[in-house]
C-alpha cells in the first residue's frame, strides 16, 4: 500500500463524513437532527424542511460518494491492486457519510452516498436498482424498504454486469453497512409499525 493510496482513503472518508442535511438545516435555521426522524439524510431534510432542500441534500449526498472515488480512480496507480483500492476508496465515502468524525461519528444511513459509489462502479446497475426502489416504495409505501431492496440487489447487479471479485466486495460490504444502519426499520417493518412516506412520517 502505498502513500498515495492512504491519502486517498483520508480524503474518501472526510468528503463522506461532510453532514450536507445538517448543514442545510442549519442554514434554515433549524436541526434536522432534532426532528422527524432525528436522520442528516435527505429523506428526513425533505420532510422537516422541504422538498427543495432534500433534492439540494440528495444531490450533494450522492456527489459526494461519486467524487472521492472517481478521483482515487484518476490518482492510484493502475496495477493489480487498483479495484480494491478503488473500492476501498468507495467503502471509506460511505463510512464517513455513516460515522463522521465532524458529529461525533453519528451520521446517516448512507443510502445517498452509497448510491454515488455504485454509480462510478456501474450505472446501469443503478437504473436497474432505481426501478426496484420505486417499484417497492410505490408498492409498498415505504421509502426503507425500498432502499433496503436496491441496496441488497447491487452488489449482485454489479457483478453480474462484469464488475470484478473485489468491486463486489466492496460494494458488498456497503450494502450489508445498510442494511444494519436500518435495523430499526427492519424491526419497524417486522411489527407492521413503520411509517409510510405518504404519511410524511416515515424514517
Known amino acids: 500500500m502505498t502513500i498515495t493510496f492512504f491519502a486517498a482513503l483520508l480524503f474518501s472518508y472526510l468528503a463522506g463524513a461532510v453532514p450536507f442535511g445538517l448543514l442545510f438545516s442549519r442554514m434554515a435555521g433549524k436541526d434536522v437532527r432534532e426532528e422527524g426522524s432525528g436522520n442528516i439524510g435527505a429523506t428526513n431534510v425533505n420532510r422537516v424542511l422541504g422538498k427543495k432542500l432534500g ?33 476501498l476508496c468507495g467503502l471509506a465515502t460511505v463510512l464517513g457519510h ?22 462510478f462502479f456501474s450505472p446501469w446497475a443503478i437504473v436497474i436498482a432505481l426501478a426496484v426502489f420505486i417499484a417497492v416504495v410505490m408498492s409498498s409505501g415505504f421509502v426503507s424498504a425500498g432502499s433496503l431492496a436496491a441496496s441488497g440487489l447491487i452488489p ?35 411489527r407492521g409499525e413503520e411509517k409510510s412516506w405518504k404519511t410524511k412520517d416515515s424514517t
Open 156 to 190: 449482485f447487479l454489479i457483478l453480474f454486469l462484469g464488475g470484478s471479485s473485489s468491486t463486489f466486495f466492496c460494494v458488498a460490504v456497503i450494502s450489508i453497512l445498510i442494511w444494519i444502519k436500518h435495523s430499526s426499520n427492519i424491526r419497524r417493518l417486522r
Open 55 to 87: 433534492f439540494l441534500t440528495l444531490v450533494c449526498d450522492v456527489a459526494k460518494g461519486f467524487i472521492p472515488v472517481f478521483a482515487a480512480s484518476l490518482i492510484l496507480p493502475m496495477n493489480e491492486n487498483w479495484e480494491l483500492f478503488v473500492g
Open 98 to 119: 455513516m460515522f463522521p468524525v465532524y458529529l461525533g461519528f453519528k451520521g446517516g444511513k448512507g443510502v445517498a452516498t452509497a448510491l454515488g459509489v455504485f454509480l
